[in-house]
C-alpha cells in the first residue's frame, strides 16, 4: 500500500486540510505530533496515535514527537466543561520525561526528534507574544469554536483567557517548528481539529506558506460507545504502575466482536492479508476469540514486550486452567500476588474450607465443603482435585500453593513458614 492507502484503509484519517491525501506519497514531509502532559502515562487512545505516526515513519518520513511542557501547564479547554486545575511545573516535567519513555518504547526502531514546547515559550516576554503571534488571529473565529462557546454561552462555566490562549500556545509550536525543522504536517486527535488549524493559519498569515493538518477519529468502544481516553473511567495506561501488563493484557482479550477488526487495524502493524486472514478465521469460530488473543499478543508485545508478553499468557493460562505452564517461578508469584486474592502467613494449613473462605474463593465453610465434596477445588497447576484431608503445604511450588476453584476462580496461598 502507499501512505495515502494505508491511512485510508486503517481508518486513520478524519479531517484533513489535503484536497488529496496522495500527495503524501510522492514527497518525503516532516509532521509533528504533540503529546499532552498532564499525566504521568499515556493511554491506549494516545496510543493510537502513536500508530499513526509508526504508518509515517514506515513510509519514510520525518517525526517531531511534541511534549506539551507548556501547554499542559495552561490546559487544554477542548473537550472541557470547566477549568482544569493547574499543576505545578515540577509534576509536568516529571510528566514530560515519562511520555518521552513511553514514545521511545513504542517508536523504538525509528528516528525522531523529541522536543518540549516549554523551551521556546518559558523565556518569551508577553509583548512579544501579543505582538509577534496574538496580532494575526482573530476573535471573531475563535469564540465561535465550539468547546469556547459552549463555555461562553448561557448555561456555560465560563473560560479564563489563560485556557482561551491555549489555540494560539498550540499554534505558535506549529510555526516554531516550521521555521526550525521545516516541519508542514500536524497530525492531531479529532477533538483538536481547531487548535490544528490555528497553526495552520498562523504559518499562512506569519509566513505566507500552506501546512497541512490530519486528524484522525477518536477510538470508540464500538460495543459501548465508550472513548478510550484517560477522562474515561477504567481507562487502560501504557504506565505498567497504572495498569498492570496482565490487566493490560486483558483488556485486549475481552474486546468486543463488533470492534477487533478496527482495533487490529488501529493497535496493531500487521498487513491487510494477515488482519484479513485472522477475521476470517475468528469469524469461523468467534467462540474461540481467535481475533483478540492475537490482538493481546501484538499490543502487550508492543508496549510491554516480549518477555512481560510471555509471563502474561502464563498467567493467563494458570488463571482460567488452560495448559501452557506447570511452573510457578517468582515472576509469577510476584504478579498473582497482585492480580488474584492472596494469603501468606497462614498458620493452620489444614482447614481447607476456611482457607477457601479466607481467600473470597467461596462465601462460607458450608458452601467450601459442598465444592470441596463436587471435586471443584483443584490445584492449579497439576488439576489434580484437593481433597479436604490434603496436606496443603505438600502441594506447594516455590512456597506457593494455587487453588483454583471451577474454571476461572484462583487464588494463592503463602506456605512458607
Known amino acids: 500500500m502507499t501512505l495515502s492507502e494505508e491511512l485510508q484503509w486503517r481508518g486513520f ?27 504521568d502515562s499515556q493511554t491506549i487512545g494516545n496510543l493510537a496515535a502513536m500508530m499513526i505516526d509508526k504508518v509515517f515513519l ?12 507548556s501547554t499542559s501547564l495552561i490546559g487544554d479547554p477542548g473537550g472541557k466543561d470547566k477549568e ?32 518540549n514546547n516549554l523551551d521556546w515559550t518559558r523565556d518569551m516576554p508577553v509583548l ?24 461562553m454561552g448561557e448555561g ?4 479564563s483567557y489563560t485556557e482561551f490562549s491555549y489555540t494560539l500556545l498550540q499554534g505558535m509550536d506549529y510555526l516554531h517548528l516550521y521555521d526550525t525543522y521545516g516541519c508542514t504536517l500536524q497530525i492531531g486527535g479529532s477533538d483538536q481539529w481547531g487548535n490544528c488549524l490555528s497553526g495552520v493559519d498562523l504559518v499562512r498569515r506569519a509566513r505566507g506558506e500552506e501546512v497541512h493538518v490530519i486528524t484522525l477519529p477518536l477510538v470508540i468502544n464500538q460495543a459501548t460507545g465508550v472513548k478510550f481516553g484517560k477522562s474515561e473511567d477504567g481507562a487502560v495506561w501504557l504506565n505498567p504502575e497504572r495498569t498492570s501488563p496482565y490487566k493490560f493484557y486483558q483488556f485486549w482479550l475481552n474486546v468486543d466482536d463488533e470492534g477487533v477488526e478496527y482495533y487490529l487495524k488501529v493497535y496493531t502493524e500487521l498487513d491487510k492479508q494477515t488482519i484479513d486472514d485472522i477475521v476470517a478465521q475468528h469469524q469461523a469460530a468467534p467462540h474461540e476469540r481467535m481475533a483478540q488473543k492475537r490482538l493481546a499478543d501484538e499490543v502487550t508485545r508492543l508496549v510491554h514486550g516480549e518477555d512481560q508478553l510471555r509471563i502474561v499468557q502464563d498467567v493467563t493460562n494458570l488463571v482460567f486452567g488452560r495448559a501452557g505452564t506447570n511452573e510457578l517461578n517468582d515472576e509469577l508469584c510476584n504478579i498473582l500476588r497482585r492480580e488474584v486474592n492472596y494469603l501468606e502467613n ?20 458450608k458452601q467450601a465443603r459442598e465444592m470441596i465434596a463436587a471435586g471443584a477445588i483443584k490445584n492449579a497447576l497439576t488439576n489434580d482435585k484437593i481433597d479436604a484431608d490434603t496436606d496443603i503445604p505438600s502441594l506447594a511450588t516455590n512456597g506457593h500453593v494455587l487453588i483454583r476453584k471451577g474454571k476461572n476462580s484462583l487464588g494463592m496461598i503463602d506456605v512458607r513458614s
Not at 58 to 69: C, D, E, P, Q, V
Not at 156 to 159: C, E, L, R, T
Not at 348 to 365: E, H, P, R, W
Open 346 to 365: 497462614i498458620t493452620d494449613t489444614s482447614d481447607l474450607a476456611q482457607i477457601l473462605v479466607d481467600l473470597q474463593l467461596c462465601g462460607s465453610k
Open 13 to 39: 484519517v478524519q479531517d484533513t486540510t489535503y484536497s488529496d491525501l496522495s500527495t503524501l506519497d510522492n514527497q518525503t514531509i516532516t509532521f509533528y505530533h504533540g503529546f499532552d502532559a498532564s499525566a
Open 128 to 151: 512579544t507574544f501579543l505582538r509577534d503571534i496574538g496580532k494575526h488571529y482573530s476573535m471573531t473565529p475563535l469564540v465561535q469554536r465550539d468547546y469556547i462557546a459552549k463555555r
Open 156 to 159: 456555560g462555566s465560563g473560560i
Open 84 to 115: 482544569r486545575n493547574l499543576q505545578d511545573e515540577e509534576i509536568i516535567a516529571g510528566n514530560v520525561e515519562a511520555a518521552k519513555k513511553e514514545l521511545e518504547r513504542i517508536l523504538r526502531g525509528h528516528e525522531f526528534v523529541m522536543v
Open 58 to 69: 514506515r513510509h519514510g518520513h520525518k517525526a517531531i514527537m511534541l511534549a506539551g511542557g
